[in-house]
């Protein structure tokens, strides 16, 4: 059997601060996944899509108008010091880099969408019901069989469990 270098793990998410450096569709998934639970998010991009836009309460979901860059990194200082993780979801390769590299440098976790060698941990396909929350990660090496397995996942949970 094949050993793995990955552990599933489930945490505590009461309190829990989120960064979402980027406002595009990725991001838009992000949060959405994010939301089912109860962390606190703040996305920082210099515009998001109106999906994004409907999600954000000012409270427990935010959006702050900006871009990340480590030189301008002091005026979100208090977010990256409460950040329980950073997700870089932008569609700036070298921004995405940027923020790995800052977030890994500073102990944070950090989840980089298009470089999973630059991420700390993965971020996983999601099931859920009112009583299961499944996470589900490949190797890296098929996107498109994860998606799969977590869709026929959702497909179990809703016809043969309810």
């Not at 595009?24 to 991009?45: D, E, H, M, P, Y």
Request: aromatic share 8%; net charge negative; glycine share 8%.
């Amino acid at each position: 059997m094949k050993t793995h270098d990955h552990f599933p793990m489930f945490i505590d998410t009461k309190g829990k601060s989120v960064v979402i450096i980027g406002g595009g569709n990725i991001a838009g998934r992000r949060i959405k996944t994010l939301s089912q639970f109860s962390f606190r998010i703040t996305v920082i991009s210099d515009s998001v899509t109106d999906e994004i836009s409907s999600l954000c309460d000012g409270e427990r979901i935010r959006h702050i108008e900006g871009s990340f860059d480590p030189e301008n990194a002091g005026k979100y200082a208090e977010l990256f010091d409460e950040a329980f993780m950073v997700l870089a979801c932008t569609d700036d390769r070298h921004t995405n880099a940027r923020v790995g590299t800052f977030c890994r440098d500073r102990g944070i976790q950090v989840n980089v969408c298009d470089a999973q060698d630059e991420s700390t941990f993965w971020f996983p396909a999601f099931a859920s019901s009112d009583e299961l929350v499944m996470g589900l990660v490949g190797d890296g090496s098929s996107h498109d069989t994860v998606r799969k397995a977590a869709a026929e996942l959702r497909r179990i949970i809703e016809e043969r469990l309810y």
